[in-house]
T-cell receptor, first 117, second 113 residues
Framework: DTAVSQTPKYLVTQMGNDKSIKCEQNLGHDTMYWYKQDSKKFLKIMFSYNNKELIINETVPNRFSPKSPDKAHLNLHINSLELGDSAVYFC????????????????FGSGTQLSVL | EDQVTQSPEALRLQEGESSSLNCSYTVSGLRGLFWYRQDPGKGPEFLFTLYSAGEEKEKERLKATLTKKESFLHITAPKPEDSATYLCAVQVIRGGSQGNLIFGKGTKLSVKP
């Protein structure tokens, strides 16, 4: 069973379109995240949700709207896509949001490669 | 500003040729330092967490160490299957509560048979 699964794997779309990426985790974790990995390979956090509540929003344009229907799902909706949005988007989860505990770690999905033409 | 710098950007080794990857950090308060492995087309996979200077962790051919300014990932007698990008990340203390993970750009390791 895949621990953190995200769909689709590849997403190619035109500028100005609206698209969504879905993420689900079956680990029973309380906290989920969206990370963006750009062409320079930097992995940067976008959002963090803890028990369906938004915890972190790292200066991401409001065209990006995360939605967490329950603590096992965190979807990412992007409006009015721009060329600069092209990147790989990773969903991740961790047991809880709080001080790092022994063996605490992030579990990542396999990524969604978004290409905006 | 909190910063994580990894070097080298790319490293090519022959099978069996041991080496080290470096992760230097400048942060206001370190809660933990993480090493992840990332294979092409996949998400990062957790390797180690280090919490305090002097700490060491080992897993198969990998050994991670931590000082007050940097961490090293030592690879002993690497095999082709160790080829991957190795990412370092730090978790900082902000206002007494957990901060985000700040990642470095990674070191792309290639091990030739």
């Amino acid at each position: 069973d895949t621990a953190v699964s995200q769909t689709p794997k590849y997403l190619v779309t035109q500028m100005g379109n609206d698209k969504s990426i879905k993420c689900e985790q079956n680990l029973g974790h309380d906290t989920m995240y969206w990370y963006k990995q750009d062409s320079k390979k930097f992995l940067k956090i976008m959002f963090s949700y803890n028990n369906k509540e938004l915890i972190i929003n790292e200066t991401v344009p409001n065209r990006f709207s995360p939605k967490s229907p329950d603590k096992a799902h965190l979807n990412l909706h992007i409006n009015s896509l721009e060329l600069g949005d092209s990147a790989v988007y990773f969903c991740a989860s961790s047991p809880r949001f709080g001080p790092v505990a022994t063996n605490e770690k992030l579990f990542f999905g396999s990524g969604t490669q978004l290409s905006v033409l | 500003e909190d910063q994580v710098t990894q070097s080298p950007e790319a490293l090519r080794l022959q099978e069996g040729e041991s080496s080290s990857l470096n992760c230097s950090y400048t942060v206001s308060g370190l809660r933990g330092l993480f090493w992840y492995r990332q294979d092409p087309g996949k998400g990062p996979e957790f390797l180690f967490t280090l919490y305090s200077a002097g700490e060491e962790k080992e897993k198969e051919r990998l050994k991670a160490t931590l000082t007050k300014k940097e961490s090293f990932l030592h690879i002993t007698a690497p095999k082709p299957e160790d080829s991957a990008t190795y990412l370092c990340a730090v978790q900082v203390i902000r206002g007494g509560s957990q901060g985000n993970l700040i990642f470095g750009k990674g070191t792309k390791l290639s091990v030739k048979p």
